[in-house]
């Protein structure tokens, strides 16, 4: 039930400092929502970020909120994305933090504060159906800069409150100009790496093996189960990997497959990476259930830089199979299976 005390005319941003949010931060004054930032220390020693996001903040004339969120961060996100490689798997840690972090932090401190609406500066859509009362994501106008993959574990109690600014935009110039003309320090500021809480610089590798983690070497095998070679350890390698296997078998070599229980990788062709059929667990879906789509040609991502691609969904327990009508190359175990009616999103899970 909505909150009547909670007022619509304010809004909570969440702030990073760089040109994206800046400039949603610039288009929700426009349209008269009285504005604070909210910044997100997720390793809370980033005193650089904190500046940045406040001198933002002080150009837009707005009253920016920091706060450490460092140790539900490191327990939540950098755990499960150590965790999973450990186990042979790629996470994707935007989508782990959006729900348990991000958007719940947001929701929270906006309650607290009063204000109905949030916001941030990813590049989606948000829409309503009235037949069915539900909200849900939709892709961007943008294709190239669409996030909506990342957002498919929110539920409807974010969703019927989130505005995305940024997702009508077709061009990431038009979000730099719309900086520019406001003559914002941050205009020019190149997009932040993927991964929030590793340098640029480094590599997952080396960042988890400094928390003290690693995998045994194990064998490299054909798909027949032959011994091809040594590996350095589960940890090194992900599905679809061909440079740096540290093996020669006289023709371009692919992992395949990676099994955690006989620490042993499949080494392979390309054309052994490709499969029409993908199943997930960890379902979450926002827009219906699981049963409402059994049975139902959908659209599906297996990766964040893939296109939806064409597939029929079966509900198989607790998991879904979707049978994809062109195979799909590198599903990739701990990746997300992203589900999508037209160009809205209606839920997803973790490929298995």
Known sequence: MENTKLDKNKI???LSGGVDSTAAALLLKEKGFEVTGYYFDVLGTN???KKDAQAVADQLGIELICEDVSAEFSEKVI????SEYLRGRTPNPC???NPWIKFRR????ADRLGIYYIATGHYCRISYDETTGA???RRAANERKDQSYMLYRLGQDVLSRVIFPLGEFGDKEEI????REKSLQNAEKKDSQEICFIDPTDNYVEYIKRLGFDTEPGKFVDKEGKELGEHKGILNYTI???KGLGIAIGKPAFVTKMDIDTNQITIGDNEDLFSPYVSAGGVFFTYGTAADWDGKQILAKVRYAAQPSEAVLNVDGKKIMLTFKEPQRAATPGQSLVIYSDDRVIGGGFIE
């Not at 755990?79 to 150590?82: K, L, R, T």
């Not at 947001?106 to 401190?109: A, D, F, G, M, Q």
């Open 95 to 97: 989508v782990v933090c």
């Open 176 to 179: 730099r100009d719309i900086a």
């Open 12 to 14: 909570l941003l969440g």
């Open 47 to 49: 005193e650089q970020g």
């Open 135 to 137: 909200y849900y994501v």
């Open 79 to 82: 755990g499960n994305f150590c």
């Open 106 to 109: 947001l929701i929270e401190t």
């Open 240 to 242: 679809g990997q061909r």
